[in-house]
């Protein structure tokens, strides 16, 4: 005798609780929660010193002076009080993460930390002013350095070479003699073939121009004398043809010029020596082993 059949629908709320009970996230939480409370029990407020945090009149201080900087004014009451509830949240994650080893085998945090330990060796070595015999010495050691870069100033005609071809050259002759019978006034604008450059150039460095034209048209440029059309001189572009206004030539500077950026220069390597010397009297402190990668490959054998 066959059993009669059944139908019976399983109700919405207790499949959608058995998907949750399924969900990753869920057990992520309550691991999380489990975690927070094993760490509750073992460190309980009344009984571990550590857990207490002092906000001192000096925090205070400088709470309001920091407001004060970022807003121009002082914080109200209750400002000031969430920045005092800001610093207390933050000193329990930052002790809470620390108790956790969140900080530790973490690269981010280790550079911050190396460049705390840098900032406060550099303090703590106090660094003095240098002399003006410092800035003397320093200025003759690292002349190219500070040296001022030529300046030119000059108005060019461009001639297409993949233009004009075989009468480039031609062109060139005919078009410099126009110009030179003009002088300094002729426009170069109104002259040659169009360029997506300026046709003028003032006080530019012979670096710039170099980067611009190319190093032979640098190289030529610097040759030319100031006060007439001359040409052709050959680019990564073609042919220009070119009147010089002004020359200034490359000079090596006096310290009263450039002091400010000779102190610079001066205060930021005797910071990298400064560095460099208590991280190698640190090192002699420590027992340093570097497996080398044959030992390691003749392991795995």
Same mark, same amino acid.
């Given at each position: 005798? +066959?059993? +009669?059949?059944?139908?019976?629908?399983?109700?919405?709320?207790?499949?959608?609780?058995?998907?949750?009970?399924?969900?990753?996230?869920?057990?992520?939480?309550?691991?999380? %929660?489990?975690?927070?409370?094993?760490?509750?029990?073992?460190?309980?407020?009344?009984?571990?010193?550590?857990?207490?945090?002092?906000?001192?009149?000096?925090?205070?201080?400088?709470?309001?002076?920091?407001?004060?900087?970022?807003?121009?004014? +002082?914080?109200?009451?209750?400002?000031?009080?969430?920045?005092?509830?800001?610093?207390?949240?933050?000193?329990?994650?930052?002790?809470? %993460?620390?108790?956790?080893?969140?900080?530790?085998?973490?690269?981010?945090?280790?550079?911050?930390?190396?460049?705390?330990?840098?900032?406060?060796?550099?303090?703590?070595?106090?660094?003095?002013?240098?002399?003006?015999?410092?800035?003397?010495?320093?200025?003759?050691?690292?002349?190219?350095?500070?040296?001022?870069?030529?300046?030119?100033?000059?108005?060019?005609?461009?001639?297409?070479?993949?233009?004009?071809? %075989?009468?480039? =050259?031609?062109?060139?002759?005919? !078009?410099?003699?126009?110009?030179?019978?003009?002088?300094?006034?002729?426009?170069?604008?109104?002259?040659?073939?169009?360029?997506?450059?300026?046709?003028?150039?003032?006080?530019?460095?012979?670096?710039?121009?170099?980067?611009?034209? &190319?190093?032979?048209?640098?190289?030529? !440029? !610097? =040759?030319?004398?100031? &006060? %007439?059309?001359?040409?052709?001189?050959?680019?990564?572009?073609?042919?220009?043809?070119?009147?010089?206004?002004?020359?200034?030539?490359?000079?090596?500077?006096?310290?009263?010029?450039?002091?400010?950026?000779?102190?610079?220069?001066?205060?930021?390597?005797?910071?990298?020596?400064?560095?460099?010397?208590?991280?190698?009297?640190?090192?002699?402190?420590?027992?340093?082993?570097?497996?080398?990668?044959?030992?390691?490959?003749?392991?795995?054998?």
């Amino acid at each position: 005798m +066959p059993y +009669p059949r059944f139908s019976y629908e399983v109700p919405e709320d207790h499949l959608y609780m058995k998907r949750l009970l399924k969900d990753p996230l869920l057990h992520f939480l309550l691991i999380g %929660a489990a975690l927070f409370l094993v760490f509750g029990m073992v460190k309980s407020p009344a009984e571990n010193p550590e857990n207490r945090i002092v906000i001192t009149r000096g925090d205070i201080d400088s709470l309001k002076a920091n407001f004060a900087r970022t807003w121009r004014r +002082p914080p109200t009451e209750s400002e000031l009080e969430s920045l005092i509830e800001d610093q207390v949240r933050d000193e329990i994650s930052y002790r809470e %993460a620390v108790a956790m080893g969140l900080d530790q085998n973490d690269r981010v945090i280790r550079k911050r930390l190396r460049m705390k330990m840098e900032l406060l060796a550099e303090d703590m070595a106090g660094l003095n002013a240098p002399t003006e015999e410092d800035l003397k010495r320093f200025l003759a050691e690292n002349r190219a350095t500070f040296r001022r870069e030529a300046q030119i100033s000059f108005k060019h005609v461009y001639l297409n070479s993949d233009r004009r071809g %075989a009468k480039v =050259q031609s062109d060139a002759r005919e !078009l410099l003699s126009e110009l030179s019978t003009i002088g300094a006034i002729a426009d170069a604008q109104f002259y040659g073939d169009s360029i997506m450059l300026p046709k003028e150039f003032t006080r530019e460095y012979a670096g710039n121009i170099e980067r611009v034209f &190319g190093k032979s048209f640098s190289r030529d !440029l !610097l =040759q030319v004398e100031p &006060g %007439a059309w001359t040409g052709p001189l050959r680019s990564s572009y073609g042919l220009h043809l070119v009147f010089m206004h002004e020359h200034i030539a490359a000079s090596d500077p006096e310290l009263a010029e450039v002091r400010q950026e000779v102190e610079r220069e001066w205060i930021a390597k005797r910071r990298k020596e400064v560095k460099e010397e208590i991280y190698r009297t640190l090192r002699k402190q420590y027992t340093i082993t570097i497996e080398s990668q044959i030992s390691d490959e003749s392991n795995k054998k």
